[in-house]
């Protein structure tokens, strides 16, 4: 089973500031199948990455996703009031088919 | 636009059975693969299962291997679950997905599974 292990758990920023989430795999995901999410509290979670790099539909430029084999990033270049919420990785592949990250909280300093 | 919507969620005993349903519009259901995900009141995702296009092929999360079946209708553009002898640790919000290419692309907005005596 492919862990996954984001950190860190929470991340304190303020409004402006650049944001690096760390994703890393206990073994090689295949970059096609690496994809983060962002989820606020009461909702559902929304893709914001798929292919390790690939921004979905409407998501700002100001999300970028990037690595390859075991060691991954999502960085938000300028937080928003509206980016503070929890980050999700999520890898496709090996059995189990589906696994998570426990997440990253980024919270307002 | 996509849109998912479950249904079915409630309160139940232990041991107890429940069928969740996902009703889906604004895409070509039958084009895409879709999976069920939870998640425990105050923790992370978990990934339950998936079904292909035609529904000749399901993979089920060992949590629920065997207490667990995944369906769909393409016809009525509807997906299931079926879930029966539910234990505590199946309380949850679950959440139907469209499921391309190994990404969870559209997310519904959940229905709460409660199981307690």
């Known amino acids: 089973e492919i862990v996954l292990t984001q950190s860190p758990g929470t991340l304190s920023l303020s409004p402006g500031e650049r944001a690096t989430l760390s994703c890393r795999a206990s073994?090689?995901?295949?970059?096609?199948?690496l994809a983060w999410y962002q989820q606020k509290p009461g909702q559902a979670p929304r893709l914001l990455i798929y292919?390790?790099?690939s921004r979905a539909s409407g998501i700002p430029d100001r999300f970028s996703g990037s690595g390859s084999g075991t060691d991954f990033t999502l960085t938000i270049s300028r937080l928003e009031p509206e980016d503070f919420a929890v980050y999700y990785c999520?890898?496709?592949?090996?059995?189990?088919?589906?696994?998570f990250g426990g997440g990253t909280k980024v919270e307002i300093k | 636009q996509v849109q998912l919507v479950e249904s079915g969620g409630g309160l139940v005993k232990p041991g107890g059975s429940l069928r969740l349903s996902c009703a889906a519009s604004?895409?070509?259901?039958?084009?895409?693969?879709m999976s069920w995900i939870r998640q425990a009141p105050g923790k992370g995702l978990e990934w339950v299962s998936y079904?292909?296009?035609?529904?000749?092929?399901?993979y089920y999360a060992d949590s629920v291997k065997g207490r667990v079946t995944m369906s769909r209708d393409n016809a009525k553009n509807s997906l299931y679950l079926q879930m029966n002898s539910l234990r505590a640790e199946d309380t949850a919000v679950y959440y139907c997905?469209?499921?391309?290419?190994?990404?969870?692309?559209?997310w519904g907005q959940g229905t709460l599974v409660t199981v307690s005596s």
């Open positions: 997905a469209t499921f391309p290419s190994g990404h969870l692309a559209s």
């Open positions: 604004g895409f070509i259901f039958s084009d895409y693969y």
């Open positions: 079904i292909s296009y035609g529904g000749s092929t399901i």
């Open positions: 073994q090689s995901v295949t970059s096609t199948y």
């Open positions: 292919g390790a790099s």
């Open positions: 999520q890898q496709f592949g090996s059995s189990p088919p589906l696994t």
